[in-house]
């Protein structure tokens, strides 16, 4: 997959608590919420996570699968 991205996030799934995410340079990673930013951060510290020129979402922008601890 061709982009221009620095990050593109998968579509939202329903059976885990993880997204895909595509760190330019690096590949695909399974992220959960908490480790996203950090994640991104350390590959480009400047990235603003909240511009869609540089992190594409496919679907639902922010938004992480439902999970609840204790949950396989």
Same mark, same amino acid.
């Given at each position: 997959?061709?982009?221009?991205?620095?990050?593109?996030?998968? @579509?939202?799934?329903?059976?885990?608590?993880?997204?895909? *995410? %595509?760190?330019?340079?690096?590949?695909? /990673?399974?992220?959960?919420?908490?480790?996203?930013?950090?994640?991104?951060?350390?590959?480009? @510290?400047?990235?603003?996570?909240?511009?869609?020129?540089? *992190? %594409?979402?496919?679907?639902?922008?922010? /938004?992480?699968?439902?999970?609840?601890?204790?949950?396989?």
């Amino acid at each position: 997959m061709e982009t221009t991205h620095k990050v593109d996030v998968a @579509p939202l799934g329903s059976d885990h608590r993880y997204r895909r *995410v %595509h760190i330019q340079g690096m590949g695909w /990673e399974e992220l959960e919420r908490e480790e996203f930013e950090p994640r991104v951060r350390r590959a480009f @510290p400047d990235i603003d996570v909240s511009d869609p020129d540089q *992190v %594409h979402w496919a679907d639902h922008p922010g /938004e992480w699968p439902r999970w609840q601890p204790g949950e396989a």
